[in-house]
């Protein structure tokens, strides 16, 4: 099980990292960002009223902050984590 959770992990790194570059490199780019921020705030606040505490709640939160798109003032309380671009190093295995 275990193996199976790192594994996850890593799938999950490498699709936040395709999706970022895919948002830099791509011609309105800017606006599919924000696009996508919009949906994973909908599946959070969603989410969060039929299990609170689910681990799709944890992933989407993340997610939003690997992309940042939180602020320390954010209203849900998200706050900003460090990626390794802003000096968090890396995680995971092989790392």
Same mark, same amino acid.
């Given at each position: 099980?275990?193996?199976?959770?790192?594994?996850? /992990? *890593?799938?999950?790194?490498?699709?936040? =990292?395709?999706?970022?570059? =895919?948002?830099?490199? #791509?011609?309105?780019?800017? @606006?599919?960002?924000?696009?996508?921020?919009?949906?994973?705030?909908? *599946? !959070?606040?969603?989410?969060?009223?039929? @299990?609170?505490?689910?681990?799709?709640?944890?992933?989407?939160?993340? !997610? !939003?902050?690997?992309? /940042?798109?939180?602020?320390?003032?954010?209203?849900?309380? *998200?706050?900003?984590?460090?990626?390794?671009? @802003?000096?968090?190093?890396?995680?995971? #295995?092989?790392?």
């Amino acid at each position: 099980m275990a193996d199976e959770t790192e594994r996850l /992990g *890593l799938l999950v790194s490498v699709f936040e =990292l395709a999706l970022t570059r =895919l948002f830099e490199a #791509s011609p309105g780019g800017g @606006q599919a960002r924000t696009l996508f921020v919009e949906d994973v705030r909908r *599946l !959070l606040a969603d989410t969060r009223e039929v @299990q609170s505490h689910s681990p799709a709640v944890q992933t989407y939160e993340a !997610l !939003l902050r690997r992309m /940042g798109a939180t602020g320390p003032g954010d209203a849900d309380g *998200l706050g900003v984590a460090p990626t390794p671009e @802003q000096g968090l190093p890396p995680a995971g #295995s092989g790392v």
